[in-house]
């Protein structure tokens, strides 16, 4: 455990000093400020106003700006450490790879998630000092889900890390897996496959295999109980899980594909070449 946490506390303060890292909190802080300076909270959309019309906003462009900076970022700083030659030193330190590994994981997730939520929770503190009702239960759900989703595409950023000899090929590896699942949600590629007449069974469960288009939906649920925006999918969805029950979903399954990409990451890791 000793090597886990040395791993985790240097991978957390090489990302305090990178310049990405600098970029990322600028980027989540600004859309806050943006969206203070905009007036978001003197607006109404569904009967939702204040910090609730606020963390509406933000969770959706979240959905967005989120995932392609945490593969981005994460591909590169690994597949770059691999060209750099730092493994072969790292690891001829007394450590475990295992221990290493993990520690990275551990070290960058807390690089990822901790600005992303700090950002909401300035903005909610900030709003309840000026008078504003504090949706808790929306900003602890949102919270929830951002842990969920930044875990899960952490997972997948060192599992194309593991694969990929060139940080250059492990970025258009990330763009192109963000790529996909952003056609993938119900606006394009679903849009095709529900021409070709396929089972409505089928497009539903395409669809919450992708872990943006699970995000997206839980955090309409929050908003929107009924799922009035999604059109008769809806009806797929609550019959089949409930509002409880997709919100377990949302939850947990991008959170354990994490954890299976990470522990495939790993597994190639190890039987891999390192240098």
């Known amino acids: 455990m000793r090597g886990f946490w040395l791993a985790t506390r240097l991978d957390i303060s090489e990302s305090l000093r990178a310049r990405w890292f600098v970029l990322y909190s ?3 802080g600004g859309i806050i400020v943006m969206l203070f300076m905009f007036g978001l909270t003197e607006s109404r959309v569904m009967g939702f106003t204040g910090l609730t019309r606020l963390l509406v906003t933000y969770i959706q462009i979240s959905m967005a700006v989120l995932p392609i900076f945490i593969l981005i970022t994460t591909v590169r700083s690994l597949a770059g450490d691999r060209e750099a030659g730092i493994y072969e030193y790292m690891l001829s330190q007394p450590i475990s790879l295992v221990a290493w590994y ?3 994981f551990a070290g960058r997730f807390v ?3 901790v600005p992303v939520f700090l950002a909401m929770a300035i903005a909610v503190l900030w709003g309840a000092m000026r008078g504003a009702e504090v949706p808790v239960y929306h900003f602890l759900w949102y919270s929830a889900l951002l842990l969920s989703l930044s875990f899960c595409f952490l997972g997948i950023g060192f599992f194309i890390s593991s694969l990929t000899r060139s940080s250059d090929v492990a970025q258009s590896a990330a763009f192109f897996v963000w790529l996909i699942l952003l056609l993938f949600l119900d ?3 679903l849009g095709l ?3 070709a007449q396929s089972a409505p069974g089928f497009v539903i469960s395409l669809a919450l295999a992708n872990p943006l288009q699970v995000f997206r939906t839980a ?3 929050l908003f929107d109980p009924q799922l009035i925006m999604l059109g008769p999918s809806a009806w797929l969805i609550l019959d089949n899980f409930g509002k409880a029950g997709y919100l377990a979903w949302a939850l947990f399954y991008p959170f354990v594909l ?3 990409f990470g522990g495939l990451g790993y597994f190639v890791f190890r039987r891999g070449d390192l240098p």
């Open 111 to 113: 690089a990822v998630f």
């Open 102 to 104: 993990w520690g990275r």
């Open 258 to 260: 994490g954890l299976v």
């Open 193 to 195: 496959i529900i021409r």
């Open 187 to 189: 606006l394009i590629l």
């Open 26 to 28: 600028l980027v989540f």
């Open 219 to 221: 955090a309409m649920m």
